[in-house]
């Protein structure tokens, strides 16, 4: 199953994007002519093993990188098609964030807003996953060249991940573009025989490029794993969305139902 169907035809859009965007001086968004990809069908690779026994692996689109090392470009026009492989049990003052597409107020606020590195290893120390991968995944949340993307990253990320023995991994986009990022990668490591979920807060985007599997909420962009500094939410949206990783056994987007159990708690006042 091809990564992106009938690509030579969303080369032609996106050739026709580019021109448009060339002409009008381009912008930091990519506006509203952006050709998505549009994807009928989607791998599926089954769960093998239950979730407090799995190798889970992290890849984020937020640009994160290490303090001290290069950032990511955010100026090449089809984005960067570069990633990084950092230690897991970074520290976040040590990590900083290459941002387009998404503003980085929240996981500058608190990393685990779009990096969930602490709630993650909390759910390893308490048993609801085997393990978090000792390193995770950061790519550029800025890369609209979706055929640059499955042809010259994709293959080299899924080889990293798959020499970890990663059982399943979690995938977190930070902007409306980086859906369709995390999306294509989900749709390779599923055709590698790793098991995916991608957490997604923008239904359009998900719908069309069509991931295997996909935990969809209200949530918000730039702290799609939870709001900054409020723990309790982020671990109700990592827990639901990875507890529907064994019982799917065909590709679906399903709805989570933290973001109603968090507009009782904020009525309440809690947090």
């Not at 994160?64 to 470009?73: E, H, K, N």
């Not at 995390?182 to 957490?199: H, K």
């Not at 935990?215 to 409020?230: D, E, F, H, I, T």
Request: hydrophobic content about 40%; some cysteine; aromatic content about 6%.
């Amino acid at each position: 199953m091809e990564i992106i169907e009938q690509i030579e035809e969303w080369r032609r859009r996106y050739a026709g994007w580019q021109k448009e965007r060339d002409a009008s001086g381009g912008n930091d968004d990519i506006g509203e002519s952006y050709p998505f990809v549009k994807n009928r069908h989607a791998p599926f690779s089954p769960v093998r093993r239950a979730l407090p026994m799995l190798n889970l692996a992290l890849i984020s689109s937020a640009g994160a990188y290490l303090d001290g090392t290069a950032p990511f470009d955010t100026t090449a026009p089809g984005g960067d098609l570069s990633f990084r492989e950092i230690p897991a049990q970074i520290e976040p003052e040590d990590l900083r964030f290459s941002a387009r597409g998404y503003d980085p107020a929240a996981v500058e606020a608190d990393s685990n807003s779009l990096l969930p590195l602490a709630r993650l290893l909390e759910f390893e120390g308490n048993g609801i996953i085997g393990q978090l991968n000792p390193v995770f995944w950061s790519c550029c949340g800025f890369i609209p060249d979706a055929g640059g993307l499955v042809e010259a990253m994709v293959p080299r990320l899924v080889e990293r991940v798959a020499r970890n023995e990663v059982q399943a991994a979690l995938l977190i986009p930070a902007s409306r573009l980086c859906h369709q990022s995390v999306s294509l990668i989900a749709r390779a490591l599923e055709q590698a025989d790793i098991p995916t979920m991608t957490l997604a807060v923008v239904k359009e985007v998900v719908e069309s490029v069509r991931p295997p599997r996909a935990a969809l909420y209200n949530g918000k962009l730039g702290s799609v794993a939870g709001l900054p500094n409020w723990p309790e939410h982020q671990r109700r949206v990592l827990d639901e969305a990875l507890r529907l990783i064994e019982p799917m056994d065909q590709p679906d987007i399903r709805k989570l139902v933290v973001e109603l159990e968090s507009q009782v708690e904020a009525a309440r006042g809690e947090r």
